[in-house]
């Protein structure tokens, strides 16, 4: 990085000469207004509201296409001046917004964007009050562009973010501008519905509101929602979110700013699921009787909870978590079948094949989303990141985009928004190191999917995979290419407590066989089938396919309803926060189960959520320590390369075979019902 | 107003012909590997000729596939340059320059004869024969008023010689292309009236003066 002298408004500053103008006058906290210009997104300089005054320069200056490296020096030698609040400057802004003014409708009163908007917003301050148009204004066709993104063409301005990002991030090109002058539009070809699981990140781009969110239509006004900031708990990423609420309803949410995670971009999944929180509520609980759900009081459900703990034996009762419980929920869930007895419980309800015996480098996303930029190969087994993790994987492709990046794929075959050199579909080709042919890359990335380690074979598998990371030198002290791509946001937090099931105990797959267990409580599971015979305890906050077989139903909360801690795939600890209370009679899933401990007489040790943490934390470390793998790792790693299995022959196939439908709030969500519907029509 | 689309009345699949593909090959061959978008007008254009004059969802479909490009892309330019025709055209596609100097020399009144023969700007005649559209200047302004028909370039019309033009069009006469008050090219339509004294005349002898009988 190299600092340049610049005069601005009068007075020196040095500046990063690598940026443009706007950004550097940005860093010393001068604003510039702008619309088309997006840091995340390629310059196309096509709205010039950032204009600005460069002395010297015949005529005022785009300051998001003008590098600081382009500006010249006085006559004298003296540093290039610009001045940014002169009256050449605040005359080019006026009349750049007077223009898309001109044709801009006066709608805001009835634009799902205003309080939002920076066409409102800039207008406030860098426009005039009036009008010289007295024309006609130009009125433009909306387009129906699927069922996430509403359209009101006429009020586009033709930025172009949203065309760019559905180019270059999003990587599947179906918007663009046809037409010119007055009649340039923005559209799909011919209205097709979008096909990107990034789409709904065109709203938040979108400057004015052109494009909208669908689902969220009328429903609210930014300034009368609480904002809440939480994490995203539909994948394994953790994308940093925002919970907008208003009153005791989850009104939308947004995507947070997080560099090391998701930039700014969250999947559709993740933006589109709140109508899932308000369908299919668990809300009071309900006890079986005659194979008929009955609801009950809390007390009547505990103390038919209790009275099936005390009849069976402590060996025949088992728990499986699932795939969005909290830290604290395992945790305090782990703790009550310990004080039980018990050590039957596995948080892998997809019968995952990791396990805690090879250390926290076996199970996590090691080199981490942002070392996928250094990544210079990446070997992608058995998974689709596109669908397992649609921000992931726009990481992936901005890192090819950048060039010299070798990807080759053994698995199912799919558009992933990049190209890849496709090996084959049988995992035996992963005995072949020739053939996956990533020579000469230093820093590769071993990308396991959570279909390749649920199958019976998973271990072989990830060993031999292990084997060719240590041998290719992509696992060495500064660099540990291992990368599991976890899909279930509750995975590696509950490896890290250890909720699995010690060598004498029953597993997951062990105990939905039925026989095994004569109780089984299920904290949120629903991806699992349990057969008959086993007598079901329901923790959870969704009627789905848990809630369906269950026997007592005790009633839970969401991830918008609670607090809580989730590690994501890199081993990263984030919070949630409760933004709004759950329904009805549901209660923290924590609490029941303190609940049920000291109606048990076995309370567990603590009385809130600050002292459960207290000692969460202080029995297991790992949950702290984002990559911080000890530093046995190599050993660890090696050990595992050592175990020897046989890989069988059929094929890698992805497990999740929608994306818009892999956890029971997502079950439960019209719009994601609507999306999958879209989206099968299409294939 | 003038917003652009195209036309998916007809199903009609597009195909290139073997020696039209070769020319699209030829084009695309002037870029370097991998930039074959490049060629895109050029394609479009062989396309447009050879879907009588007009490019159809098919046709912009097909060379989409033929470039490698997203369909959105192709559209983009197909929309943007009015020589793309979106709807289907006549066999002989007339385009009338309406701007100022070929208006001031009376495309008005070929505008009249038009409406008359053929109907309002953008009609197509039932049997498919004709079809006109206003255009901004074609860079003939000094044989001002003219029109293009399909390739060609008819000027210095007035109205007779344009009901002319369009009579053995309908009849499948041959027309003749240029001026069509006798000049060639862009000559000064009457005798020079400036530049007229002797030493300008001895300098102009000197000269080979173009087209000048
Ligand atoms: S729709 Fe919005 S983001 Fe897209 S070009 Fe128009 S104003 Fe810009
Ligand atoms: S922000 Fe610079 S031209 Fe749009
Ligand atoms: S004005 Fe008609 S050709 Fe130029």
Redesign the interface.
């Known amino acids: 990085m190299q600092d340049t002298k610049l005069i601005i408004d009068e007075k020196e500053y040095m500046v990063n000469s690598e940026l443009t103008v706007i950004q550097a006058l940005e860093d010393i906290g001068i604003e510039i207004p702008r619309f088309c210009f997006h840091e995340k997104l390629s310059i196309a300089g096509n709205c010039r509201m950032c204009l600005i005054e460069v002395v010297g320069a015949p005529k005022p200056a785009a300051s998001c296409h003008l590098g600081v490296r382009d500006l010249r020096p006085g006559p004298n030698g003296e540093p290039p001046k610009i001045n940014t609040k002169s009256q050449v400057a605040k005359k080019a802004q006026k009349g750049a917004m007077e223009f898309l003014l001109a044709n801009h409708p006066l709608d805001c009163p009835i634009c799902d964007q205003g309080g939002e908007c920076d066409l409102q917003d800039q207008a406030m301050k860098y426009g005039t009050d009036k009008t010289r148009f007295s024309e006609n204004k130009?009125a433009v066709e909306n387009k129906d562009i699927g069922p996430l993104v509403k359209t009101v063409m006429t009020r586009c301005i033709h930025c172009t973010r949203c065309v760019r990002f559905s180019t270059e991030v999003a990587g599947v090109?179906?918007?663009?501008?046809?037409?010119?002058g007055?009649?340039m539009?923005i559209?799909?070809?011919?209205e097709k519905a979008m096909d990107s699981e990034l789409q709904g990140n065109v709203i938040d781009l979108c400057p004015v509101g052109a494009l909208t969110s669908k689902p969220y239509e009328f429903k609210a006004r930014s300034w009368e929602l609480t904002k809440t900031e939480s994490i995203d708990v539909m994948d394994g990423l953790g994308a940093n979110i925002r919970i907008d609420s208003k009153g005791s309803e989850v009104m939308r949410i947004l995507p947070r700013f997080n560099d090391d995670i998701n930039e700014e971009w969250i999947s559709d999944k993740a933006r589109f699921i709140w109508d899932g929180l308000k369908a299919q509520r668990l809300d009071r609980p309900y006890i079986r009787i005659n194979n008929k759900l009955r609801e009950v009081s809390w007390s009547e459900a505990i103390d038919a909870v209790i009275e099936k703990v005390n009849e069976t034996a402590p060996q025949k009762i088992g728990c499986i978590s699932g795939d969005m419980s909290t830290a604290e929920e395992m945790y305090s869930m782990k703790k009550l079948m310990d004080n039980i007895g018990s050590g039957n419980y596995d948080c892998r309800q997809d019968s995952s094949k990791l396990s805690i015996d090879y250390g926290r480098a076996s199970y996590i996303f090691n080199p981490t989303v942002n070392g996928i930029e250094e990544a210079d190969g990446i070997v992608i087994i058995g998974s689709n990141p596109r669908i397992e993790s649609p921000v992931l994987n726009a990481r992936i492709r901005k890192r090819w985009l950048t060039g010299n990046l070798k990807v080759s794929l053994i698995g199912e075959e799919s558009d992933l928004t990049y190209p890849y050199n496709f090996i084959g579909n049988n995992p035996n080709l992963i005995n072949d190191a020739k053939k996956i042919g990533l020579d000469g890359c230093k820093k590769i990335i071993w990308l396991v999917g959570e279909s390749v380690i649920s199958r019976d074979d998973g271990l072989p598998i990830l060993s031999k995979v292990v084997e060719h990371a240590l041998n290719s030198g992509s696992i060495s002290d500064d660099w540990n290419g291992l990368s599991i791509l976890h899909t279930a946001a509750s995975r590696v937090a509950g490896l890290d407590i250890g909720f699995v099931p010690s060598v004498d105990s029953l597993s997951a797959g062990d105990m939905s066989n039925g026989g095994e267990t004569d109780l089984l409580f299920l904290l949120g599971a629903d991806e699992i089938e349990i057969s008959k015979g086993t007598y079901v305890v329901y923790v959870g906050s969704h009627g789905d396919i848990g809630a369906n077989r269950a026997d007592i139903i005790l009633p839970g909360s969401c991830y918008t309803e609670k607090n809580g801690f989730y590690v994501n795939t890199e081993g990263r600890l984030q919070e949630i926060n409760r933004a709004v209370f759950p329904p009805g009679k549901a209660k923290d899933d924590w609490s029941i189960l303190k609940l049920i401990s000291d109606k048990l007489n076995k309370p567990l040790d603590f009385i809130d959520i600050h002292s459960l943490r207290k000692i969460m934390f202080h029995d297991c470390p790992n949950l702290l320590s984002f990559q911080l793998v000890d530093d046995q790792y190599h050993v660890n790693l090696k050990k595992l390369a050592s175990t020897k299995g046989v890989i069988l022959d059929n094929s890698l196939d992805i497990k999740i075979k929608d994306f818009y439908m892999t956890n029971p709030i997502a079950r439960a969500s019209k719009v994601m019902a609507n999306c999958s519907i879209q989206k099968s029509k299409k294939q | 107003?003038?917003?652009?689309r195209?036309d998916?009345s007809s199903n009609e699949e597009f195909l290139f012909t073997d020696e039209n593909k070769d020319l699209a090959s030829r084009e695309v061959a002037k870029y370097p590997e991998g930039r074959q978008a490049s060629a895109i007008i050029a394609v479009l254009w062989i396309a447009q000729k050879q879907n009588n004059g007009w490019l159809s969802?098919s046709a912009i479909s097909h060379v989409s596939n033929f470039l490698n490009m997203?369909?959105?892309?192709t559209?983009?330019i197909a929309?943007?340059y009015t020589m793309f025709n979106l709807s289907p055209v006549g066999k002989y596609h007339i385009q009338l320059c309406g701007t100022t100097p070929c208006m001031l020399c009376g495309a008005e009144s070929l505008k009249k004869v038009l409406n008359n023969e053929i109907g309002e700007v953008g009609s197509l005649t039932k049997d498919n024969l004709l079809s006109w559209v206003e255009v901004e200047c074609l860079g003939a302004c000094c044989n001002a008023p003219m029109v293009q028909i399909n390739d060609y370039y008819y000027e210095d019309l007035d109205e007779t010689s344009f009901k002319k033009i369009i009579k053995d069009l309908k009849s499948g006469k041959e027309i003749k292309t240029g001026s069509y008050k006798g000049r060639l090219t862009s000559e000064p339509s009457k005798d020079p009236i400036i530049l007229l004294d002797d030493e300008i005349e001895k300098i102009n002898i000197k000269r080979i003066k173009p087209g000048l009988k």
Not at chain 2, 1 to 4: A, I, P, Q, S
Not at chain 2, 70 to 73: D, F, N, V
């Open positions: 130009r090109s179906e918007l663009g501008a046809t037409g010119r007055e009649d539009e559209t799909t070809y011919l | 107003m003038n917003v652009r195209i998916l969802e997203q369909k959105i892309r559209l983009e929309t943007f």
